[in-house]
């Protein structure tokens, strides 16, 4: 008799991608990004096609250990860039407390702002700036910016 088989990082109930999946696509693209590497250049530095890489990065598709340690390579990070500045709340959401293995239940997943389009064209044009002290003045008026509040909210 075959058994039948629950996928394991999905949430079978809903068809959304796992969260940590997400988030390892989000890496994913903002290292590529950072680069300056396009999605097809990518894809051909690890043989795949620029919609693999695309689902890769939506988490749409999950990256096997392999893949993932191509990536790192040709990206220029160690395999543990794509895990870090994950929330607690995402890294709960493993295989095992999705199948409900778990003493709590996950939150709901909300997207990282480190993942948007936004965001990496704010960092990269930062980078861009070659005087470090222009570098340093534009870093702390961000910040001075962040801590405002705004009379109108």
């Known amino acids: 008799m075959a058994r039948s088989r629950k996928p394991s990082g999905r949430m079978a109930s809903m068809g959304h991608p796992n969260p940590i999946d997400v988030h390892v696509g989000g890496r994913v693209r903002l290292r590529r990004t950072l680069l300056g590497m396009s999605q097809e250049k990518l894809a051909e530095a690890i043989g795949l096609t620029f919609q693999q890489v695309q689902k890769y990065e939506r988490g749409a598709n999950r990256i096997g250990s392999s ?7 040709v990206l220029d990070v160690p395999v543990s860039y794509f895990f870090e500045d994950m929330s607690s709340t995402v890294a709960a959401k493993t295989p095992s407390r999705m199948r409900g293995f778990a003493e709590t239940r996950p939150e709901p997943f909300e997207p990282d702002p480190m993942a948007r389009r936004e965001t990496l064209e704010l960092v990269r044009a930062y980078y861009r ?4 002290q222009v570098r340093r003045r534009v870093f702390e008026l961000a910040k001075t910016l962040g801590r405002t509040r705004r009379a109108d909210a």
Not at 129 to 132: C, E, H, N, Q, S
């Open 67 to 73: 893949r993932l340690f191509d990536l790192a390579r």
């Open 129 to 132: 700036i070659t005087d470090p």
